[in-house]
T-cell receptor, first 113, second 112 residues
Framework: DTAVSQTPKYLVTQMGNDKSIKCEQN?????MYWYKQDSKKFLKIMFS???????INETVPNRFSPKSPDKAHLNLHINSLELGDSAVYFC????????????FGPGTRLTVT | KQEVTQIPAALSVPEGENLVLNCSFT??????LQWFRQDPGKGLTSLLL?????REQTSGRLNASLDKSSGRSTLYIAASQPGDSATYLC???????????FGIGTKLQVIP
């Protein structure tokens, strides 16, 4: 059984488009995260939600908007895509915000042309 | 701002060798520290989690140590195998909001 799943696995799109990446976890965790791994392999946190409430919002352009319909899902919507948005986006979850161990999804490779 | 450095950036060893991967971080006020491995094109797999009150954790051939006061952690891999080839990432965590900072990783290649 997949613990943290993401769709799609690959996403190729043109500049200016709007796209969404979906994440679901079946671990019963309260806290979910979005990370971005750029071409230099730096992995940086973007957002964190705890029980559908935003708790971490790093310096991310307003074009990125996370949405958590319930605590098992955290989707990432990106408006007006730019070339610099090309990266691998990882979703993760943890039991709660005080219990650290994080479980990662397989990643979504976004390519903006 | 937390900065994480991992040394070496890349390492190539023959199968069977014992090896040590190093991680240093600038802000010692961490909650805990986690070591991950990342296989090419894949997500991150958690290896070991060390709480700030602990000095080490062991899992199979892996042993991770933590010296919070000096801002250092090491990952020791015993009797390395080709299947250990991956990038190893160190991730200290600050505070109850689990703000994680990742190092760039050490890319390990174990040669059969």
């Amino acid at each position: 059984d997949t613990a943290v799943s993401q769709t799609p696995k690959y996403l190729v799109t043109q500049m200016g488009n709007d796209k969404s990446i979906k994440c679901e976890q079946n671990l019963g965790h309260d806290t979910m995260y979005w990370y971005k791994q750029d071409s230099k392999k730096f992995l940086k946190i973007m957002f964190s939600y705890n029980n559908k409430e935003l708790i971490i919002n790093e310096t991310v352009p307003n074009r990125f908007s996370p949405k958590s319909p319930d605590k098992a899902h955290l989707n990432l919507h990106i408006n007006s895509l730019e070339l610099g948005d090309s990266a691998v986006y990882f979703c993760a979850s943890s039991q709660n915000r005080d219990t650290y161990e994080q479980y990662f999804g397989p990643g979504t490779r976004l390519t903006v042309t | 701002k937390q900065e994480v450095t991992q040394i070496p950036a890349a390492l190539s060893v023959p199968e069977g060798e014992n090896l040590v991967l190093n991680c240093s971080f600038t802000d010692s006020a961490i909650y805990n520290l986690q070591w991950f491995r990342q296989d090419p094109g894949k997500g991150l797999t958690s290896l070991l989690l060390i709480q700030s009150s602990q000095r080490e954790q062991t899992s199979g051939r892996l042993n991770a140590s933590l010296d919070k006061s000096s801002g250092r952690s090491t990952l020791y891999i015993a009797a390395s195998q080709p299947g250990d080839s991956a990038t190893y990432l160190c991730a200290p965590v600050r505070g109850g909001y689990q703000k994680v900072t990742f190092g760039i990783g050490t890319k390990l290649q174990v040669i059969p």
